[in-house]
């Protein structure tokens, strides 16, 4: 089992930055594709970007030049830097691991973002 802990999040006026933590336990945290989802209220909880255990990323278009993710492998955390935040990027943001070849397995509980215009 994996155990991922997220926090961070909070209100910000829409242009403004948060930065959200996800601090993993129980397991090997290297061996592990680390990633970062979202669900807004009525809609399907949606992808928002992945990093590999050498730093490879993937982000979904609708973040793209405006958050990175990012990981430390030594502090068994990753990381998700939101900049000019917009209010549709107002959500339940997930931490979640999936091995190299597996399915996103594991799960964090969720921290609320909300940009308020």
């Known amino acids: 089992q994996m155990q991922l802990v997220e926090s961070g999040g909070g209100l910000v006026q829409a242009g403004g930055s948060l930065r959200l933590s996800c601090a993993a336990s129980g397991r090997t945290f290297s061996r592990f594709v680390m990633g970062w989802f979202r669900q807004a209220p009525g809609k399907e909880r949606e992808f928002v970007a992945s990093v590999t255990w050498i730093g490879g990323t993937n982000y979904a278009d609708s973040v793209k030049g405006r958050f990175t993710i990012s990981r430390d492998n030594a502090k068994n955390t990753v990381y998700l830097q939101m900049n000019s935040l917009k209010p549709e990027d107002t959500a339940v943001y997930y931490c979640?691991?999936?091995?190299?070849?597996?399915?996103?397995?594991?799960w964090g509980q969720g921290t609320q973002v909300t940009s308020s215009s």
């Open positions: 979640a691991a999936r091995p190299s070849a597996g399915a996103w397995d594991y």
